[in-house]
């Protein structure tokens, strides 16, 4: 039986960085290629080594998939391709293509410019990698090569953000990346077609939540906000530059308008205009709302939201601001923390999930005093509040991504170990199926029943549908063909026996048998016919049974009177291919002259 | 596979085809060539054409006819709400399409007609650029047309049927009667309620029965060709189509190849005109008019070639010197059209497209939005717009018949000046003709019309490359029939020339296709409006999946035919196979059959096979030594051969065929074996024993399965 070989070399029973390797019919597809936030060695990087010890990597791998522009799903392409040696196909978005260079160059400049790495990839590397990438439409069917079919559907998460289908031969995948199931202020909700996958590899990392609504967690952010500022603190959020950025200027941008209010909100980073005018440009990745009314009012134009300026961290009194990145690991964001952790009035909301290491994680862990590499301590005195906003499904979301797409078996990544269980419990329990979570390096083996083309005759279905529609309905009723099936260049048909014939040019020989029944009826032989056809209506339910000039027939079985006015010869004769009617028929008729 | 022509406009199609038992419909193409015959009707009233007299045949007195017909400029128009001409409505019913596939904006105009008030329950597939700009063409046309009022209530109807006694050119006017006036707003936005946005290269499931797929056709933002595909049989619509390079992403030609059949239509309107002089020639008209002081009008539609027009005249306009020139843009949907083609990134050309990696808007005419170069008004007296407006100037407005819209007023107000031009680019109507209610004109007109569908040398190539199996084209593009003294046909002039130049093609590629030894030229069929043509292949089988299980089980009884006169004897193998059948959304798959019922005395089920394990299909000649021979294994040894001299054979007195023919006689069984040369019949009595005995030996001695 053929399978499908599912190796994660990150995102198995973790959230670090995805980068998962799916081995089916003969292709080798590497599903994102993401870089770990919470490392400074060789450990951000998926482990290339595994796909091939030494030697060119591209023979060993047909394309790579990148679901969105986060980097834990495409921070290590730059250094696969141009550092690796990877000169394969690449897919992802136009969003993705567009903006996934920026975070990279961005991140690039804290690791390099900031942090003083050397051995790291290059802006030029970076531009030299987008250009081998070939941009996908949405639903669009791309062939990777003959056998290899790929798809993007709309995941929601972030602008550009695509979940992928992928089939080769009659086997088939869906990859998630990462999804979300509820729409949000600006993007929709992640959607699929019942396209019944053989393996549905879908993220995890709210694998146990089912979140209170929207509305509420928006409701708690604005109210911690305005208390906040209202007694002169200072309000950090650390975002990444594109994605939840956009939806929580927004949520504050119209609670400023309506409460009216004045104090100061800042975006961090020259990127805003340009971030925003990302989603200008692409405003057909966002949801419906804003996409029919972006000609009389672009919701990405902000009124109250002013650019950020480093001199502003040192300024008096409340102010709001916005910067990257968004775990607290590196640059500006970091930066201001240290600044204002020390005082009590001041707050830090984290908007989303922290890796493991990063100063974020850290603190959402309660840590009072966080030191960093020059010794240097930073009091935390300041309120720390997490507010889940990273658009991830939850519990609910992935349960309902199962019931669209109908998967044969589902294989959990991106999540931690402890919560995959308690959902794969679930979801083995609810649907029936099986699920699968294996770790980093770990294998899991998917078997798949095979499916062959097979060009079936026309007439033979259509004998078929009469036969089925002559009976009395009866949804449990099986419907069955009887034909031929012939292989010829690989092709199969399941043909009628005289399309056999011609097909193949062969002269059929057919085979008839003929045995008499004596049978004592007086009466003329007509009576005694129709006598013959009410038993065999009684008998033969389902079957066409005509009569004319005294000869009945069934298929292929003929049935003949002949005699004088009292002893009467049933001939019953039939073709070889309707031995068991012709059998039946003819023990039927024996019984009955025995016992008359 | 049937094809029905319901568009008398080649320019704007309407197929319908009949596949796998549904009824697809290809392209609603409205004709707007009958507005021509009616009077402007001018957005803001004109004292000209408000004081026009009427006109009455000579020797006619029909009080009906009063007030529909105008004398304007030595001609005749219909004074009375403008009438188009959607596709014809006997030859399909409408509640009956299962699809309607739109291929550009330029070919949808007709779908309320199609899909309100006629019963119509199936699905409508188009591209999100095709169904969001056909939506601005549809709400500016309806709002030209009703917005401006014109017209005295009741539609003008008498005249229709006085055409004999009126005089040129309203009396050649095609079958008026079928005419009808634009729909109600509501029914426009109910029919664009239906349409599904599809992506390219989008395989879109009809029914479970076929896929179809939009493919770039490089004419227009979201321009599509359309290839279906049943697991055997392939159908390309191409429609519109360009291969020049503008502003949409190009041609995708390789998902359009060995199709088993190519339908062919909405080539270009002006064959004679090269697109790209004509954008040139235009930039230099209107350089010259702007800068004598003179305004130029482009009467354009508000999408489309209008985006290339503002790039390149913009452009030759600055190294002219003449930046400080305004270019207005008056339509009601001038802010959207102009606002949303720039979110169309993955729509637009792989130069286009790389302008929004940066991030920059994919067109210009946003830039010159914000330098105040451009700018669009909804309508002419807008307060705002006639406040700013400036002359000398650039505006492009509608409607290119010059029969509603703002063009209307402004020939109107620019008819008797020299110094102004008015340019026209839109292929659809012939510009004389348009002209013709303003005449005399004073004002320059030059005729640049930018088409950059198919030539005819453009679609020859194409078929060529495309090697279908079959073409299907619309009248207007086929070769004159062979003798057309006997077949009197409508065609106009034009349409005749156009297809005598695509036979020469043929001809040409036919001569070609001879001189190289290659491939026979492509059968065509010709469909005329209100025909249908049976085209493409015949099916014999439907696709379906057999599971592994039972592939492995027939594999197992399969038996290889060496015997078998086909090409390749050992690639055939043959296997009797029952299987149940599970159809699930149109998909058959088979999979194991049921077990045969429990009771062996229970009747057998129809269509089953029982047993199952018995041959069920033998051939050739019966070897009468090895079936005696067979018998003796199975305890029958009273075997008794007896050539029969009574059962000739068929093919005379050939020793090898009377040896074919012959009675075996078992007498200890009251048995008979006919032989024949293609037949053996068995007269035995009722024994079950016996007979099964008899069957094994057959099959001894007869190849089968
Ligand atoms: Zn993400």
């Excluded at chain 1, 936030?37 to 790579?64: A, H, K, L, W």
């Excluded at chain 2, 508000?302 to 190294?319: M, N, R």
């Excluded at chain 2, 619309?474 to 297809?499: G, K, N, T």
């Amino acid at each position: 039986m053929p399978e499908i070989k599912i190796t994660p070399l990150g995102a198995g029973q973790d959230v670090g960085r995805s980068c998962i390797l799916l081995s089916m019919g003969g292709k080798n597809i590497m599903l994102d290629c993401g870089m770990h936030m919470g490392y400074n060695d060789e450990r951000r990087f998926p482990d290339f080594s595994y796909i091939v010890p030494e030697g060119p990597i591209t023979s060993q791998i047909d394309c790579v998939i990148i679901s969105h522009f986060h980097l834990d799903h495409c921070g290590a392409l730059p250094y696969m391709s141009e550092m690796i040696g990877y000169t394969g196909p690449i897919y992802m978005t136009h969003p993705t293509k567009a903006i996934a260079p920026i975070l990279l160059e961005d991140m690039r400049k804290v690791v390099v410019e900031r942090k003083g790495e050397s051995n790291f990839f290059t802006s030029q590397m970076i531009k030299d990698c987008i250009k081998k990438v070939t941009a996908v439409t949405l639903h669009q069917s791309v062939m990777v090569d003959n056998e290899l079919e790929i798809k993007a559907y709309y995941a929601g998460h972030v602008l550009g953000a695509a979940m992928f289908w992928i089939r080769v031969g009659s086997q088939s995948v869906v990859y998630t990346g990462d999804y979300n199931m509820t729409p949000d202020r600006h993007l929709g909700a992640a959607w699929i077609d019942k396209c019944r996958p053989d393996l549905l590899i879908t993220e995890s990392t709210y694998a146990t939540t089912i979140r209170d609504s929207k509305r509420c967690r928006e409701r708690d952010f604005l109210k911690k906000v305005h208390e906040c500022v209202e007694k002169g603190g200072k309000v950090l959020i650390p975002v990444f530059a594109l994605g939840r950025a956009q939806e929580l200027c927004i949520l504050l941008e119209t609670y400023w308008e309506r409460m009216n209010l004045k104090y100061p909100v800042y975006f961090a980073l020259g990127l805003t205009e340009k971030a925003n005018n990302y989603y200008k440009m692409f405003i057909t990745w966002t949801n419906q709302k804003i996409r029919k009314t972006f000609v009389q009012r672009n919701m990405f134009d902000f009124k109250h939201i002013k650019p950020f300026d480093k001199t502003y961290i040192d300024n008096p009194g409340a102010m709001v601001v916005f910067a990257t990145p968004g775990m607290l690991h590196a640059g500006l964001s970091l930066n201001i923390f240290k600044k204002w952790a020390p005082y009590e009035q001041n707050m830090v909301i984290m908007p989303g999930f922290c890796v493991q290491g990063t100063v974020g994680h850290k603190i959402l862990n309660g840590a009072k005093k966080v030191e960093f590499e020059n010794r240097q301590v930073v009091e935390v005195k300041m309120a720390v509040e997490y507010m889940s906003f990273s658009a991830h499904a939850d519990a609910k979301g992935i349960m309902q991504l199962i019931q669209y797409c109908e998967p044969k078996n589902v294989l959990l990544v991106h999540g931690e170990a402890q919560k995959m269980e308690f959902l794969k419990d679930k979801i083995e329990k609810e649907f029936k199926i099986n699920c699968y979570m294996p770790a980093n390096g770990e294998t899991s083996v998917i078997n798949t029943p095979t499916k062959l083309p097979v060009d079936v005759s026309l007439r033979l279905l259509k004998a078929e549908a009469v036969r089925y529609n002559a009976l009395p309905p009866d949804p449990k009723r099986r419907r069955v063909v009887n034909g031929i099936l012939c292989v010829k260049d690989n092709r199969l048909s399941l043909l009628d026996i005289d399309e056999v014939c011609d097909e193949i040019g062969i002269n059929r020989h057919v085979i008839r048998f003929t045995s008499t029944v004596r049978f004592d009826d007086p009466g003329p032989a007509v009576k005694t016919a129709e006598k013959l056809k009410a038993l065999l209506s009684e008998k033969l339910e389902g079957w066409t049974i005509t009569i004319s000039d005294g000869n009945i027939s069934v298929e292929s079985v003929l049935i003949k009177v002949e005699g004088d006015e009292n002893t009467k010869s049933i001939y019953v004769s039939w073709t070889n291919q309707d031995e068991d009617l012709g059998s039946y028929i003819l023990g039927l008729l024996q019984s009955m002259v025995q016992s008359s | 596979m049937k094809l029905y022509c319901l568009s008398s406009d080649a320019s704007k199609p309407c197929f319908v085809l009949s596949f796998k038992e549904l009824l697809i419909m290809l392209d609603c193409g409205l004709s707007a060539h009958s507005v021509l015959n009616f009077l402007p009707l001018p957005p803001v009233p004109s004292t000209r054409l408000a004081s026009l007299p009427n006109y009455t045949p000579p020797h006619v007195n029909d009080p009906l006819l009063e007030g529909e017909l105008k004398e304007c400029c030595g001609r005749v128009f219909v004074d009375s709400i403008p009438e188009f001409c959607p596709p014809l409505d006997k030859v399909v019913d409408f509640s009956q399409l299962d699809v309607i596939l739109i291929s550009n904006y330029t070919c949808m105009m007709a779908l309320p007609f199609i899909t309100e008030d006629t019963g119509f329950k199936g699905q409508v597939y188009a591209t999100e650029p095709t169904l969001q700009i056909g939506r601005f063409y549809l709400e500016e046309l309806a709002e030209w047309v009703s917005g401006a009022g014109g017209g005295t209530g009741a539609a003008a109807r008498r005249w229709k049927e006085l055409l004999h006694v009126l005089p040129q050119p309203l009396s050649l006017a095609a079958r008026p009667r079928s005419w009808r006036r634009l729909f109600a707003p509501a029914a426009v936005a109910r029919s664009l309620a239906r349409v599904r946005v599809v992506g390219y290269d989008e395989k879109v499931d009809i029914y479970g029965a076929l896929d179809a797929t939009a493919v770039s056709s490089g004419f227009c933002l979201g321009s599509a060709n359309w290839v279906l595909r049943s697991a055997r049989e392939k159908v390309a619509y191409v429609s519109g189509s360009s291969t020049l390079t503008t502003h949409p992403r190009p041609i995708n030609q390789a998902a359009l190849r060995g199709a088993d059949l190519l339908i062919l239509a909405a080539l270009t309107q002006t064959p004679a005109h090269n697109p790209d002089h004509m954008l040139g020639d235009l930039c230099v008209h209107a350089a010259v008019t702007l800068r004598a002081g003179g305004c130029v009008l482009c009467p354009v539609y508000p999408s489309g070639v209008l985006y290339d027009l503002l790039e390149c005249l913009s452009a030759h306009l600055d190294t002219a010197g003449l930046q400080h020139v305004p270019m207005y843009v008056v339509s009601p949907v001038a802010d959207s059209s102009l606002a949303y083609s720039n979110i169309l990134a993955e729509w637009v050309s792989v130069g286009k497209q790389a302008r929004v990696y940066l991030p920059e808007e994919p067109f210009p005419h946003a830039a010159l939005a914000r330098a105040g170069r451009l700018r669009h008004a909804r309508h002419l007296h807008d307060d705002a717009f006639s406040a700013e407006f400036r002359q000398p100037c650039v505006v492009f407005c509608g409607h290119p018949s010059l029969r509603f819209g703002a063009a209307v007023h402004l020939v109107e107000l620019w008819a008797n000046n020299p110094a102004h031009a008015i340019i026209f680019t839109e292929p659809d109507f012939p510009h004389t003709e348009a002209l013709a209610p303003f005449q005399p004109l004073s004002m320059k007109a030059f005729h640049c019309p930018i088409d950059t569908s198919l030539n005819y040398s453009q679609a020859n190539k194409l078929v060529r490359e495309l090697r279908p199996r079959e073409l299907a084209l619309p009248d207007q593009y086929a070769p004159p029939p062979p003798h057309h003294h006997q077949a009197p046909r409508s065609v106009p002039l034009p349409h005749r020339h156009v297809a005598q130049l695509l036979a020469g093609q043929q001809a040409g590629a036919r001569a070609a296709a001879a001189r190289a030894g290659a491939a026979r030229p492509v059968p065509t069929v010709v469909v005329r409006r209100g025909a249908a043509r049976a085209c493409g292949p015949r099916r014999r089988t439907a696709r379906g999946s057999l599971g592994a299980a039972l592939a492995a089980h027939a594999q197992a009884a399969a038996r290889t035919l060496p015997a078998a006169p086909a090409a390749d004897a050992q690639a055939l193998r043959l296997a009797p196979l029952q299987a149940a059948l599970s159809l699930r959304d149109n998909r058959l798959e088979l999979l194991p059959a049921p077990p045969p019922p429990a009771d062996p005395a229970a009747p057998p089920q129809p269509g089953g096979s029982g047993t199952g394990a018995l041959p069920r299909l033998h051939w050739g000649a019966l070897d009468v030594d090895a079936l005696v021979r067979a018998l003796a294994r199975e305890g029958i040894t009273d075997a008794r051969v007896e050539r029969s001299a009574a059962a000739p054979a068929e093919g005379g007195g050939t020793a090898a065929a009377d040896s074919m023919s012959c009675i075996v006689h078992l007498p200890r069984h009251d048995t008979l074996v006919h032989v024949e040369r293609h037949a053996t019949h068995v007269f035995c009595e009722g024994r079950a024993d016996v007979r099964q005995a008899l069957r094994r030996a057959l099959a001894a001695a007869l190849p089968h399965v």
